[in-house]
């Protein structure tokens, strides 16, 4: 066996020996043929070397050599065979490229330094400015970066600043101003004055922070002092944009103001917070029907009247009025406005709270008693508890609640001649003529007070005017507080912590094809 194989290896060796030789059709033909004759011969001979052996070693043996013969004879036409199907596999497979689906190709981020600037052509500036005010609807601004759309001016101004060219910053900036007061005439809507409150002021504060003035860089990065203007001195515009700012702050204000009104009477003096007074009218009916015989006609009205007067109560409530705020508050922070200024809005609108209550109480003469007194005190303690909640305790909203709270308390204390010099020492946010007044309107309980004497009040006069020689008469015959009264307001320089080169215009704002981030 061993030998058989040998031989049959040196045949497979010549074939292939031949094949590799000549690529000649004829040689090749004339090789091929004579290495078969000799696998032939080869294969007899072995067949008759071994014709000795039992039936069943040489059926197998010849079973063998067969098997090996056809392998043998089929190896190199195998071989031609097998390259001209690769080659044809390799033929199709290019001519079949064009039906391939190829991989997207994917570009390599490259991290890309911006300058805080956007490019944008003068032609567009009418567009931008539609898209940038007229169209923005103050919901959708909440959704973005507070301010965004004074960073996109800023950054529009730079450009400007860049390239030089002080016409492109007057048209952007004052065709901005002119879009935004009509704008704010035209809807009369609370959110828009909150909105573009909110942008004014923060424009105004990058207006200072990138002028190049140290005494606004102190908070700077060493970016955002390369971010400075390099052409322009935009100091005259400030005092525009603060000026607008504070015409945005007092419409704010008055419109406050305008929907928290019908709140304060019904909140503040008829709604019975402690109930305390209730109980002492129920003492009070219970002793008036016992005295006196009234008619089943006249009971259903004063139950009718009660009705609709109990209706109101349950409508304007100190709960109410507080929510009322906090929908206020909300407003201002879904819009990123200035923390101080939020804290000067609220001031203003205490003083306009505490003032309508005071002079609303000085014609009552049915609210100037003990029990209305410690209702009211309790109501100012709210108040104070929510700009406590709300974090605007140092604002000085509290302090506008003096004259309220120094009345309750006038109304509460004990009114003998011992106590004339406490009485005096009490109220000194009050004049002599607002402390007059309540006295004179002061209502005792039945049960536990007597009326005060004229004699009473001339002596707690004497002391006050005694007190307060200082202060003019005029000042003190003041009676009625003024609700119009202004605040004066100051807007505080806030610097931001954004980098401009970070800030990215939303899709929504739909300016991609009038701005390019440079």
Known sequence: MLKIYIK?????????????????????????????????LMNSTCLMSVASNDDHHQSNRSFVLNQTNGTTATTTTGTITNQSNNSTNKLNIFNNLSSINMPHINKTKHNVEYLGILEWRIEDEPKIIVKLVDELKPRLASTFLPGLPAYILFMCVRYADMSNDDDKVRLLLSSAVQSVKKLIKKQEDLEYLVLWLANFCRLLHNLK?????????????????????????????????????????????????????????????????????????????????????????????????????????????????????????????????????????????????????????????????????VDLRYKTTLLEQW????????????????????????????????????ICEMCPSLTIAQIQRILFLYTPAEVYEEKLSRQLIDKVTNRLKELRQDLTNNEQQKLIMDTQFQIPICIPFNPSSIGLETIEIPQALELGRYLRKI
Not at 315 to 338: C, P, Q, W
Not at 415 to 420: E, G, Q
Request: include cysteine; proline fraction near 1%; glycine fraction near 4%.
């Open 8 to 40: 049959r290896s040196r045949t497979m060796n010549l074939t292939d020996r031949c094949y590799y030789l000549n690529n000649n059709s004829t040689s090749l033909l004339t090789l091929n043929q004579s290495a078969a004759n000799q696998s032939t």
């Open 209 to 373: 922070q990138y002028s190049g003035e140290e005494a606004f860089q102190k908070h700077n990065t060493l970016k955002q002092n390369e971010h400075c203007l390099k052409n322009f001195d935009l100091t005259e515009y400030r005092g525009i944009f603060s000026d607008l700012s504070i015409w945005l702050f007092q419409g704010i204000t008055k419109d406050f103001e305008k929907k928290v009104n019908p709140f304060i009477v019904g909140a503040m003096l008829e709604h019975d917070a402690l109930s305390i007074s209730e109980d002492m009218q129920q003492q009070f009916s219970k002793s008036a029907f016992a005295n006196s015989n009234q008619t089943t006609t006249t009971t259903t009205t004063t139950t009718q009247t009660a009705t609709t007067t109990t209706t109101n109560k349950q409508r304007y409530t100190m709960e109410a009025l507080i929510k009322k705020l906090s929908e206020f508050l909300n407003i201002l922070n879904s819009h990123g406005v200035d923390p101080e200024i939020v804290k000067q809005i609220f001031k203003q609108l205490y003083y306009f709270i505490g003032s309508s209550t005071f002079n609303n109480l000085l014609l009552r003469k049915e609210a100037c008693n003990w029990s209305r007194g």
């Open 387 to 422: 700009l406590r909640d709300s974090k605007l305790q140092d604002s000085g909203a509290r302090q506008m609640l003096d004259p309220i709270v120094q009345a309750s308390q006038l109304l509460q204390a004990r009114k003998t001649d011992s106590d004339i010099q406490a």
